[in-house]
């Protein structure tokens, strides 16, 4: 009894806060494998079987013409926008796009946001700004798996799908979450590089490879796991709501005003490249373990490429991925990967996995570099035989396979490619090769970011400590 009066409180909350981790981390302790029914169906040699008709394409590359397509895009629609981000948070792009957003909503353009459910619980929840979007007639916000820490099973299942729609007429999928870090250049200190695909359809009657993302979204918009997003009419008028909508639509005016071109007629055609074909890859879109289908599909697309240049953040790999990644560049004549250098990233848990596991990495094949540019790069990107261009929301973790939902979009064009490799190549200038374990090959003009031994001691301590949940990464 007199146990129970002292450490009772204590041990309560010990109980609570195991039974949160273990429920938040067993769903996921396996790894699901690809089952016959699903390789049976992914058959990369009927990739680009059906033409692409009028689409087009181009690459966003900076952080500022993320922002620029965001605004024209958004501007030009006239019946319907679909904004699914992983994370949105406060800040100058979010109030800009969201400022255009909330303009066509009052000219009456159906909006459809979809976010991460821990991301809108994190970085939306309490802020007018978002609720004076989401209480308009024309918006509805919905939440991917929303928070539920009675139910830490649950907490796991995210949603990590970055991609916006315009009508019938274009959309872009890529890496960039919605805030200043990613979209335009407001926040010069932390940004991380990153770039999308636009996809433009000069037939929009014909929707082309836009249903086949139409379907996916309608998937995840109307499953289970989602649910609405504070757009009751009591809190449209609350005082705080009231003021940043009228905010908002100031705000419309002085884009307008000053950056009058994103609001005018703009020539697609001429801004973009003809392509061959077009093909989505995701992931399943529960909430618990996944068959690991882009890991899966993508490896295919690979062992039947000579020439393989991948662009990854960080690389977090299990044995299966491992062996199918050795197979992959023991098929190519030229096989690279370019990640983060530890130095250079941003994501330390990734970074001391990577320490950990480096050899097995090493051992699969692929050259190695490391990127050293001084700003992380978060681009997951992939060319093939210089007419195969990939890219998306993918990382090569094990996160991003078995747990998360994710996309890429797998586009046939040698014009493209030539100029997704472009700026790849120019990423690579400032990497160093990885030799081995220890030794590298490096550029004259790359200086390597001075790390303190006690951060490399806090990663080593970080990967040993992790090396069992390393799933989750």
């Given at each position: 009894m007199l146990f129970i009066k002292k450490y009772g409180i204590t041990c309560l909350v010990l109980a609570v806060v195991l039974y949160i981790l273990v429920g938040a981390m067993a769903p996921f302790a396996g790894y699901k494998k690809i089952s016959k029914e699903t390789a049976a169906s992914v058959d990369v040699?009927?990739?680009f079987q059906n033409p692409a008709g009028g689409e087009r394409a181009s690459?966003?590359?900076?952080?500022?013409s993320a922002w620029e397509e965001r605004l024209r895009l958004l501007n030009g629609a006239k019946e319907r926008i679909v904004l699914s981000t992983f994370d949105m948070r406060e800040g100058q792009s979010t109030e800009d796009i969201l400022s255009v957003i909330l303009h066509k909503a009052d000219a009456g353009v159906r909006v459809q946001i979809l976010v991460?459910?821990?991301?809108?619980?994190?970085?939306?929840?309490?802020?007018?700004?978002?609720y004076a979007v989401s209480t308009h007639p024309n918006v509805e916000i919905r939440l991917y798996n929303p928070v539920n820490i009675l139910l830490p099973w649950r907490l796991q299942g995210r949603m990590h799908d970055k991609y916006i729609m315009v009508d019938y007429q274009a959309y872009m999928i890529g890496g960039r979450n919605t805030f200043d870090y990613f979209i335009g250049n407001?926040?010069?200190?932390?940004?991380?590089?990153?770039?999308?695909?636009?996809?433009?359809?000069?037939?929009?009657e014909q929707p082309g490879s836009m249903a086949k993302l139409e379907t996916y979204f309608e998937s995840v918009w109307n499953s289970k796991y989602c649910r609405d997003f504070h757009g009751?009419?009591?809190?449209?008028?609350?005082?705080?709501?009231?003021?940043?909508?009228?905010?908002?639509?100031?705000?419309?005016?002085?884009?307008?005003?000053?950056?009058p071109e994103l609001f005018s007629d703009y020539d697609y055609e001429a801004a973009t490249v003809p392509i061959d074909g077009v093909e989505l890859v995701t992931n399943p879109t529960g909430i618990y373990g996944k068959e690991p289908i882009v890991f899966y599909t993508?490896?295919?697309?690979?062992?039947?490429s000579k020439k393989i240049d991948l662009h990854t953040p960080y690389i977090v790999c299990n044995d299966y991925m491992y062996e199918r990644l050795s197979e992959t560049a023991s098929a190519a004549e030229e096989a690279k990967m370019v990640i983060n250098s530890v130095e250079n990233g941003d994501n330390i848990v990734a970074s001391s996995d990577y320490l950990r596991n480096k050899p097995d990495v090493l051992a699969t094949g692929f050259t190695l570099y490391e990127y050293d540019g001084g700003t992380s790069t978060h681009g997951k990107s992939i060319t093939m035989n210089g007419d195969i261009s990939v890219i998306g929301s993918y990382n090569f973790d094990l996160r991003s396979t078995y747990m998360d939902t994710e996309m890429m979009l797998v586009v046939k064009s040698k014009e493209?490619?030539?100029?997704?490799?472009?700026?790849?190549?120019?990423?690579?200038?400032?990497?160093?090769?990885?030799?081995?374990?220890?030794?590298?090959?490096?550029?004259?003009?790359?200086?390597?970011?001075?790390?303190?031994?006690?951060?490399?001691?806090?990663?080593?301590?970080?990967?040993?400590?992790?090396?069992?949940?390393r799933y989750v990464i």
């Amino acid at each position: 009894m007199l146990f129970i009066k002292k450490y009772g409180i204590t041990c309560l909350v010990l109980a609570v806060v195991l039974y949160i981790l273990v429920g938040a981390m067993a769903p996921f302790a396996g790894y699901k494998k690809i089952s016959k029914e699903t390789a049976a169906s992914v058959d990369v040699n009927q990739f680009f079987q059906n033409p692409a008709g009028g689409e087009r394409a181009s690459i966003l590359e900076t952080g500022e013409s993320a922002w620029e397509e965001r605004l024209r895009l958004l501007n030009g629609a006239k019946e319907r926008i679909v904004l699914s981000t992983f994370d949105m948070r406060e800040g100058q792009s979010t109030e800009d796009i969201l400022s255009v957003i909330l303009h066509k909503a009052d000219a009456g353009v159906r909006v459809q946001i979809l976010v991460d459910g821990i991301s809108g619980f994190l970085r939306m929840e309490g802020k007018p700004l978002f609720y004076a979007v989401s209480t308009h007639p024309n918006v509805e916000i919905r939440l991917y798996n929303p928070v539920n820490i009675l139910l830490p099973w649950r907490l796991q299942g995210r949603m990590h799908d970055k991609y916006i729609m315009v009508d019938y007429q274009a959309y872009m999928i890529g890496g960039r979450n919605t805030f200043d870090y990613f979209i335009g250049n407001y926040e010069q200190e932390n940004n991380s590089l990153d770039r999308e695909v636009l996809i433009y359809n000069t037939k929009p009657e014909q929707p082309g490879s836009m249903a086949k993302l139409e379907t996916y979204f309608e998937s995840v918009w109307n499953s289970k796991y989602c649910r609405d997003f504070h757009g009751d009419e009591s809190l449209a008028e609350h005082p705080k709501v009231v003021a940043q909508r009228e905010l908002l639509r100031e705000r419309y005016m002085y884009l307008t005003s000053e950056f009058p071109e994103l609001f005018s007629d703009y020539d697609y055609e001429a801004a973009t490249v003809p392509i061959d074909g077009v093909e989505l890859v995701t992931n399943p879109t529960g909430i618990y373990g996944k068959e690991p289908i882009v890991f899966y599909t993508l490896t295919e697309l690979m062992k039947s490429s000579k020439k393989i240049d991948l662009h990854t953040p960080y690389i977090v790999c299990n044995d299966y991925m491992y062996e199918r990644l050795s197979e992959t560049a023991s098929a190519a004549e030229e096989a690279k990967m370019v990640i983060n250098s530890v130095e250079n990233g941003d994501n330390i848990v990734a970074s001391s996995d990577y320490l950990r596991n480096k050899p097995d990495v090493l051992a699969t094949g692929f050259t190695l570099y490391e990127y050293d540019g001084g700003t992380s790069t978060h681009g997951k990107s992939i060319t093939m035989n210089g007419d195969i261009s990939v890219i998306g929301s993918y990382n090569f973790d094990l996160r991003s396979t078995y747990m998360d939902t994710e996309m890429m979009l797998v586009v046939k064009s040698k014009e493209l490619t030539e100029e997704l490799q472009g700026n790849m190549d120019i990423l690579e200038k400032d990497c160093r090769k990885v030799i081995d374990e220890t030794t590298y090959e490096v550029p004259e003009h790359v200086t390597v970011r001075a790390v303190s031994s006690g951060k490399r001691v806090l990663m080593k301590l970080i990967g040993f400590v992790l090396s069992p949940f390393r799933y989750v990464i």
